[in-house]
């Protein structure tokens, strides 16, 4: 299967800064990729839809200035944490679509803790 | 109503059973059916994937789709304490832009 990539694997900030996530697609160009939030325990929280070369798509409900995504190519898109609060502690989970498929294909995700 | 419903478990089984796991759907568009395994604190991995109705096989694992009555099925032989994770089902319509999940159930297989 396809393989996709997050760095970093787990991160700790302070509250107030700001924290970037990174998605790659490996083995293949991905048009479109998604970022997910978990909780514990909990099914996967979609949050937006990224298309390369466009703005995002935010599920209702998610700030679209605090969370913001950026798909700068076919292969990579980050997701960047802005202005950390404790309560956006969670696990983030990228994931790509392959383009000539309709299989979606996750990332291991990314634990962020804000102290 | 929910258009995915999972039943989320948990659910225990003795090492050697036979796991069925199931979801039921509301959206008769949906046309790509999938499975996903995801082990505590890592990302889903994609299972199994078919296209409308029918069953795949892949070692031992059997993916089933019932169009008429809306629901599928994973199963699991000879089941292995390995195989102790969260088992997600989702699904898609042709010209859909999201996959939608299910809640995941939550299995583990005692040695």
């Known amino acids: 299967g396809a393989v996709v990539s997050q760095h970093p694997s787990w991160v700790i900030c302070k509250s107030g800064t700001s924290v970037k996530i990174e998605c790659r697609s490996l083995?293949?160009?991905?048009?479109?990729m998604f970022w997910y939030r978990q909780f514990p325990k909990q099914s996967l929280m979609l949050m937006a839809t990224?298309?390369?070369?466009?703005?995002?798509?935010?599920e209702q409900g998610v700030e679209k200035d605090k969370f913001l995504i950026n798909h700068a190519s076919l292969t990579l898109s980050t997701l960047t944490v802005t202005s950390a609060h404790p309560e956006d502690s969670s696990f983030y989970i990228c994931?790509?679509?392959?383009?000539?498929?309709?299989?979606?294909?996750f990332g291991p995700g990314t634990r962020l803790t804000v102290t | 109503q929910k258009e995915v419903e999972q039943d989320p478990g948990p659910l225990s089984v003795p090492e050697g059973a036979i796991v069925s796991l199931n979801c039921t759907y509301s959206n008769s568009a949906f046309q790509y059916f999938m499975w996903y395994r995801q082990y505590s604190r890592k990302g889903p991995e994609l299972l199994m994937y078919?296209?409308?109705?029918g069953n795949k096989e892949d070692g031992r694992f059997t993916a089933q789709v019932d169009k008429s009555s809306k629901y599928i099925s994973l199963f699991i032989r000879d089941s292995q304490p390995s195989d102790s994770a969260t088992y997600l089902c989702?699904?898609?319509?042709?010209?859909?832009?999201?996959?939608?999940f299910g809640a995941g159930t939550r299995l583990f297989v005692k040695a």
């Open positions: 989702a699904m898609r319509d042709t010209g859909g832009f999201k996959t939608i």
């Open positions: 994931s790509a679509r392959v383009p000539t498929g309709y299989e979606q294909y």
């Open positions: 078919t296209y409308s109705s």
């Open positions: 990224s298309n390369e070369g466009s703005k995002a798509t935010y």
């Open positions: 083995d293949f160009q991905a048009t479109t």
